[in-house]
């Protein structure tokens, strides 16, 4: 029984049948970057519009725009325009919605290359803040973008400029302003660290004010530090470490950020090392030092830099000397070959943090940048991949049937308009034995992983996006009724609260 269920228990999708949609259908933000350098970068690393797969992203971001040095407007620094192309990358973003009507489409100015010296200048200045913010209204409507994304890197913290915090308030709070009669939308991207955090942004009026904040939730170690770190950590090394996304995530919401407002970044992309003793038996995260100077991938050509694509293109050549290896501690796979290292997100590093934005209820995720993931399938899929999948699927499958086989919880399954463990040992396809069965039940459908050879990492997050939610709903749907059985059963709310958290804590 339990063999069949995993083959046929999928990764959920709340989709009503037949829906017209284009794209995601789980409900959750996901914000695709895509990088306009990609186009330019050699080989199989060179990324157009047409390798694009607008059906995984609810939002398409392109970067960058930057301020005029004179004017401090918003004014295009890619330089397609130089070679004669005009708006041929803008207008063909915006023809995507054509075909994918479900997409918006932003425009980001900034970016760590553009610095802060110029936001800071027009930010100070009211008259200087009006001049840009009637600039951008100009520029969203002549190229019909949906909305911004000020991705100013970073205010205060870069500069150690204090009075960028409040000007970066009155910024946002006049551009969401006048954006109000053109129904756009303002997103910004904001740095993770508590540092930066705490530096640089007023989070209760930003929240006011903001569509979205978008947590650059990366790069929080690199070689710069001198010590072996991790990229992007999903938990610390010790509990008094707050370099990691669990530690940002539970900041910006005790801070009075709405979650729906929160869009978790994910990194497509890994940091490169060279120790510096290349004898080092074992390395350790946050003790190991390192060399100052990396090395480069074949398409990014960025000392330390590797995009996913640099990174699996490795594996899959079977002659590779690179050693794969999983840090517990932080949830992250990492790369050894002699004095060099990788710490990278996978499949399984992704699934994980896709999983606790969903635990906190975040608005959705996002990727930087979609130009580095496997978008054209060119790579094996990583042995942690079967891991997600099976252990994942399985450890849902005992959760399912404990409530499919539990008579006081089988009123989850009817309240959620899901199938019974037996319905869908029925549905399995005896004839072919596939695995990517379709089986409905009233208004969902239930699907197997994704098996598309391509973009390994944003299939991942439509994929585990799905079954993180319908877990979360179940046992939700589970506290519920089991609060209401005590309820009713006349019980303390001491007692229930304790009953309902002990049968949380046995169904997690």
């Known amino acids: 029984m339990m063999d069949k269920i995993l083959l046929l228990l999928p990764f959920l999708a709340a989709c009503v049948l037949n829906c017209d949609t284009t794209g995601p259908t789980h409900g959750k933000v996901v914000m695709c970057y895509i990088a306009s350098w990609a186009t330019y970068r050699p080989g199989a690393g060179e990324f157009d519009l047409i390798d694009l797969n607008p059906e995984l992203c609810t939002h398409i971001v392109y ?27 803008y207008k063909s973003l915006v023809a995507l919605k054509e075909k994918f009507p479900h997409l918006k489409i932003f ?22 803040r009006a001049r840009f913010i009637e600039s951008v209204v100009e520029f969203l409507k002549l190229h019909n973008f949906d909305g911004l994304d000020l991705h100013w890197k970073y205010p205060v913290t870069r500069d150690d ?57 990366y790069d929080y170690h690199g070689s710069w530090e001198g010590i072996l770190g991790v990229n992007a950590p999903l938990y610390g090394l010790n509990e008094d470490d707050v370099l990691n996304v669990d530690y940002t995530l539970r900041y910006l919401l005790s801070h009075g950020v709405t ?46 830099l590797l995009g996913y694509n640099e990174i699996c ?66 790579c094996e899929k990583e042995v942690d991949y079967v891991s997600v999948s099976y252990s994942t699927l399985h450890e849902f499958a005992q ?83 089991l609060t209401e059985k005590s309820d009713i059963s006349g019980q303390s709310n001491k007692n229930s609260s304790i009953y309902t958290m002990v049968c949380y804590f046995c169904f997690i």
């Open 107 to 128: 425009i980001a100015v900034g970016g760590w290359n553009e610095g802060t010296e110029k936001f800071s200048k027009m930010a100070a200045n009211p008259d200087l």
């Open 313 to 378: 293109k490795e594996l899959t050549d079977k002659s590779s000397k690179w050693t794969r290896h999983w840090h517990e501690q932080s949830s992250t796979p990492y790369l050894r070959d002699g004095e060099r290292v990788i710490t990278y997100d996978n499949t399984r590093s992704i699934a994980l943090k896709v999983k606790k934005a969903v635990e906190y209820n975040l608005g959705g995720v996002m990727a930087w940048s979609v130009d580095t993931d496997d978008f054209k399938g060119s």
């Open 399 to 481: 959760r399912y049937n404990r409530i499919a086989n539990n008579p006081v919880l089988e009123g989850i399954l009817k309240n959620r308009n899901l199938p019974s463990a037996a319905y869908l040992d029925r549905q399995t396809n005896r004839q072919t034995g596939a695995t990517d069965v379709v089986t409905r039940s009233k208004n969902r459908i239930w699907l197997t992983e994704s098996q598309s050879p391509n973009y390994a990492l944003l299939h991942t997050i439509d994929d585990i996006m799905h079954l993180a939610m319908e877990e979360k709903g179940i046992t939700d749907e589970m506290i519920r009724l």
């Open 259 to 304: 979650p729906g407002k929160i869009v978790l970044g994910l990194p497509f992309f890994g940091h490169g090392y060279i120790l510096s003793d290349p004898g080092t038996r074992n390395v350790e995260f946050g003790v190991s030092p390192i060399r100052m100077e990396s090395f480069q991938g074949p398409y990014t050509k960025e000392d330390g």
């Open 161 to 217: 400029k204090p009075e960028d915090r409040p000007n970066f308030v009155s910024l946002i709070k006049e551009l969401k302003e006048a954006f109000i009669p053109y129904s756009y939308f303002l997103i910004s991207a904001i740095g993770s660290t508590k540092y930066t955090l705490d530096q640089a942004y007023d989070l209760p009026q930003l929240n006011r004010y903001l569509d979205h904040m978008i947590v650059l939730c």
């Open 63 to 89: 970067t960058f725009t930057g301020l005029d040095e004179n004017t401090l407007t918003i004014k295009s620094i890619d330089s397609a325009l130089e070679k004669g192309y005009s708006n041929a990358g």
